[in-house]
C-alpha cells in the first residue's frame, strides 16, 4: 500500500519558518520525481517546488529564494525548508510522487502564516 504522509506544517507568525516533510511508503521512492503543491482556501492547488529523481530543483516565483526542496533516499522522505513565511504561504500543503505511469498525493497538512 502506497502512502504520502506530509507533516510539520503549523502556526507561525509571518517571518517565521517550518519544515515540512513527506515520508514515502510502498514505492522505489528515489526513482519518483518529488513535488510539493499548495492550495489557499478557495483557490486552486498551485505549484510549490520540484525536486528530480537525479536531484534537481524549481521551485515557482513566488517561493524563489525563501523555500528549499531536499529529499534524503535513505529516509524515502522529502523536505521543504519555508523561510521568512508570509500570509499569503497560507495554505495546506500536499506532496506529490510522480514516475512512469504512476502518481501518489499526500493527505496535505496545514500551514498558517498569520501574527
Known amino acids: 500500500q502506497v502512502q504520502l504522509v506530509e507533516s510539520g506544517g503549523g502556526l507561525v507568525q509571518p517571518g517565521g519558518s517550518l519544515r515540512l516533510s513527506c515520508a514515502a511508503s510502498g514505492i522505489i521512492f528515489s526513482i519518483y520525481d518529488m513535488h510539493w503543491y499548495r492550495q489557499a482556501p478557495g483557490k486552486q492547488r498551485e505549484f510549490v517546488a520540484t525536486i528530480t529523481s537525479g536531484g534537481r530543483t524549481h521551485y515557482d516565483d513566488s517561493v524563489k529564494g525563501r523555500f528549499t526542496i531536499s529529499r534524503d533516499n535513505a529516509k524515502n522522505t522529502m523536505y521543504l525548508q519555508m523561510n521568512s513565511l508570509k500570509p499569503e504561504d497560507t495554505a495546506v500543503y500536499y506532496c506529490?510522487?510522480?514516475?512512469?505511469?504512476?502518481?501518489?498525493w499526500g493527505q496535505g497538512t496545514q500551514v498558517t502564516v498569520s501574527s
Open positions: 506529490y510522487a510522480i514516475t512512469s505511469g504512476r502518481n501518489y
